[in-house]
């Protein structure tokens, strides 16, 4: 639901975003570059910037495009990544984190955007936008670059909690296959518990448990239960989604993450270490180029959180331009398919409610 799956964004409905403009390494003026890149792209795209006013009204003003298309909402205080979450609960009220997160709650916003400390980030979504009917944790899914025909599998969670039990696994399984089927276009969406290998003997007890809830809902939740998969099955074709706790997931991502890095210096030395070799790095030039834009995680930037009653995209905090602006694109094809109103429909079919509650819900996913 990035750059890379190409999905078409209507550009004829015009969607407001909430930008935290103080959460990243870099400052905010990646974060200004990177939503007048979307503004580029998308006529119809509205921010409100959340941060110092005097030293956004300087980066805006030097963008054009944003003229007229970018509201500033003075916050002088910053979350720190170093700031505990309880931290920011208490004394958060000034930050530009807090006031991105309080507009989507208003309604001002459809979606908030933050590059900042991803525990924190988490805290104020759940304090201010509240979680969804039924949902006991929230989960943060990233798409991962995979073999699988669309290019990228789902997983989650990979850092909003690290327990989990059998009943929250189900709950990451139905909002992990809302997402495929909206983002990858994935009608039968293959999910899979993440597990110390595929025989249905093996691992915790929750994840039996989770196996055989999971294993349950499929024919109602139309989607394919796989059963258990490995580590290696995460960027592999044998299920679309990779369920597992946020403890796991996290390990996973930024094992991942470390690896692909470590490769990238490794082809980079190689290519370096004789003429012949920088010889063939420029007849292999094309194909470098194509392999360094699929595997660049700035195409794929943003996690999203699920399970909450409002939409909230973490963006990687050392994000440049276009990260920042993958990033935008991911929350506006995540508004424009009332994802937040669907993830609440899957979780409603499963999950007992009282009458107020089930009397809200939508009714078509």
Same mark, same amino acid.
């Given at each position: 639901m990035t750059t890379a799956q190409n999905t078409p964004v209507d550009a004829s409905r015009r969607t407001v975003i909430s930008i935290d403009a103080m959460g990243g390494d870099r400052g905010p003026a990646p974060v200004v570059a990177g939503i007048a890149r979307s #503004?580029?792209?998308n006529p119809n795209l509205h921010f409100i910037l959340h941060g110092p006013a005097a030293a956004l009204e300087k980066l805006v003003a030097r963008r054009r495009i944003l003229a007229g298309r970018c509201d500033i909402r003075d916050a002088k205080d910053?979350? =720190?990544m170093d700031d505990k979450p309880s931290q920011v609960l208490r004394q958060g009220k000034n930050t530009s984190m807090w006031s991105a997160v309080e507009s989507v709650r208003n309604g001002e916003s459809e979606v908030c955007?933050?590059?900042g400390n991803t525990g924190a980030l988490m805290a104020l979504s759940m304090i201010r936008l509240r979680k969804l009917p039924g949902v006991n944790r929230p989960a943060i899914?990233?798409?991962?670059?995979? /073999?699988? #025909?669309?290019?990228?599998?789902v997983m989650l969670d990979v850092g909003a909690d690290i327990r989990a039990d059998a009943n929250d696994l189900l @709950?990451?399984?139905?909002?992990?296959?809302?997402?495929?089927?909206?983002?990858?276009n994935l009608k039968i969406p293959r999910v899979g518990v993440l597990n110390v290998g595929t025989e249905e003997h093996k691992g915790r007890p929750e994840l039996r448990e989770a196996h055989d809830l999971i294993a349950e809902q499929s024919e109602g939740g139309r989607y394919d239960f796989v059963g258990f998969v490995e580590g290696g099955d995460i960027p592999g074709d044998k299920a679309d989604v990779i369920v597992t706790d946020g403890f796991t997931g996290n390990i996973a991502l930024k094992t991942g993450e470390g690896t692909a890095s470590l490769i990238g210096d490794l082809l980079r030395q190689a290519f370096r270490y004789s003429p012949l070799s920088r010889l063939a790095q420029l007849l292999a030039v094309t194909?470098? @180029? /194509?392999? @360094?834009?699929?595997?660049?995680?700035?195409?794929?930037?943003?996690?999203?959180?699920?399970?909450?009653?409002? =939409?909230?995209?973490?963006?990687?905090?050392?994000? *440049? #331009?276009?990260?920042?602006?993958?990033a935008v694109k991911l929350a506006v094809q995540l508004t424009q398919s009332k994802f937040s109103q669907k993830i609440a429909a899957r979780l409603a079919s499963v999950t007992p409610m009282t009458h *107020?509650?089930?009397? #809200? !819900?939508?009714? =078509? !996913?």
């Open positions: #503004a580029k792209i910053v979350v =720190t955007v933050s590059c899914a990233i798409l991962w670059p995979s /073999r699988s #025909a669309g290019g990228f599998n @709950q990451y399984a139905l909002m992990g296959v809302s997402y495929a089927r909206n983002g990858l194909s470098l @180029q /194509r392999l @360094q834009k699929r595997i660049d995680p700035r195409q794929v930037n943003g996690g999203v959180f699920l399970g909450l009653n409002g =939409t909230v995209v973490k963006s990687h905090g050392s994000a *440049d #331009a276009l990260g920042v602006s993958a *107020d509650e089930a009397s #809200a !819900e939508p009714e =078509t !996913e």
